[in-house]
């Protein structure tokens, strides 16, 4: 069969880590499509090596139009179904697919770095500064201020 199938890449919370742990990622295929054809567009199109695949038909969910005015109320439709192909990647592969979010990863961990070094210097240089006596020093001015207004 030569038709060139259309991968939409599922992109979750969900698949992301199934993506890291298990070398899994998850599809959005057409009803028509079988393992055979998803383990061959992958291949194409990322230059990976299929381990497995493996292909779930999902139901649409049922849904009732309810107006406010109640003219409407109880007509039934449908989403439509959905096929969904988790698609498992020979040892040491990875698709580029939560690029994005791994970089964006590594650049809020490097910023958040920066901001501890930076912390870390500001506060040990405010040690150095004030000394230890001045420090320990309790603030006596607000109590001499009620002193004088009760004198009065």
Do not use: C, W
């Amino acid at each position: 069969m030569s038709k060139v199938l259309v991968l939409k890449p599922r992109l979750s919370e969900q698949t992301y880590a199934q993506s890291q742990e298990n070398r899994t990622y998850v599809f959005v295929v057409t009803a028509d499509a079988n393992k055979h054809d998803v383990a061959r567009a992958v291949a194409t199109q990322f230059n990976v090596k299929v381990e497995s695949v493996n292909i779930v038909n999902v139901k649409g969910k049922q849904k009732a139009t309810v107006s406010l005015t109640g003219r409407r109320r109880g007509i039934a439709g449908s989403r439509s179904d959905t096929k969904k192909a988790y698609v498992k990647l020979v040892k040491g592969a990875s698709l580029p697919i939560f690029a994005a979010v791994e970089e964006a990863q590594k650049q809020e961990d490097a910023a958040q770095e920066q901001a501890d070094k930076l912390i870390a210097k500001s506060q040990a240089k405010a040690a150095k500064s004030v000394p230890a006596a001045k420090a320990a020093k309790p603030a006596t001015r607000g109590l001499r201020m009620f002193k004088k207004q009760g004198d009065k």
